[in-house]
C-alpha cells in the first residue's frame, strides 16, 4: 500500500502499526491497512520515535527549548508529555534499554519518559573526541556509533566507539 505524498522527513510505527509520517509540517497518521485516518499540524523540527510500543514527537527547534509529545492516533492530537530543559541536537531510539537518547552539545544523554529523568551516557569533552557528532546510535552505555562531517575529506563519516573502562 502507497502511504505519503512527496518527501517524509520522519516515520514511526506504534505496537498496534499504526503509522505516523512527518511531512510538510504536519505529522499524518495512517492505519496498519495504510488509510490516513488523520492529520496534525505542527511547527518545523519534530522527530518522531518509539519506545516500549508507543509513537512520540519531539519538537526541538534549534537555540530553543524541546518539548516531549505522545502521538494520540485516536484523537489526531499530541499530548505533551514535558518540556525539557535543554536544547536538543538530535535523537536516538533507546534500542531497548532506554526510553530515548537525546544528543547535545556536550554529549549523549538517555532519557526516561515515566520519571522524567535524564542520565549522561557519554561526554564528548571527556571523551577526547574531536570531532561533533551529527547523528548518533546508541547500542547501550558503553557501545556507540556516530555520524560526523569530515573537514578533511569533505564528506560523511561514520566511527563505532566502545567504552575500554569505567574511569574513560
Known amino acids: 500500500t502507497y502511504i505519503g505524498d512527496g518527501y517524509s522527513d520522519d516515520f514511526v510505527i506504534d505496537q498496534y502499526e499504526n503509522i505516523a509520517v512527518y511531512q510538510d509540517n504536519s505529522i499524518k497518521l495512517y492505519s496498519p491497512e495504510g ?11 519534530y ?46 531510539e533507546g534500542n531497548g534499554k532506554y526510553d530515548v537518547c537525546f544528543a547535545f552539545e556536550d554529549g549523549v544523554y538517555s532519557y526516561n519518559i515515566k520519571n522524567n529523568t535524564i542520565e549522561e551516557i557519554i561526554n564528548w569533552v571527556d571523551s577526547d573526541i574531536e570531532e ?13 556509533v556516530y555520524r560526523y562531517f569530515d573537514s578533511t575529506t569533505h564528506g560523511s563519516n561514520i566511527k563505532l566507539i566502545r567504552r575500554v573502562n569505567e574511569e574513560t
Open 35 to 45: 488509510v490516513k485516518t488523520g492529520e496534525i499540524n505542527v511547527e518545523p523540527w
Open 47 to 92: 522527530q518522531l520515535f518509539n519506545s516500549n510500543g508507543e509513537c512520540y514527537a519531539a519538537l526541538y527547534v534549534p537555540g530553543q527549548d524541546a518539548s516531549l509529545n505522545k502521538i494520540d492516533f485516536e484523537k489526531n492530537k499530541l499530548i505533551e508529555i514535558c518540556k525539557l530543559d535543554y536544547r536538543i541536537n538530535s535523537i536516538c
Open 132 to 144: 561533533r557528532p551529527e547523528e548518533v546510535c546508541v547500542f547501550d552505555s558503553d557501545t556507540i
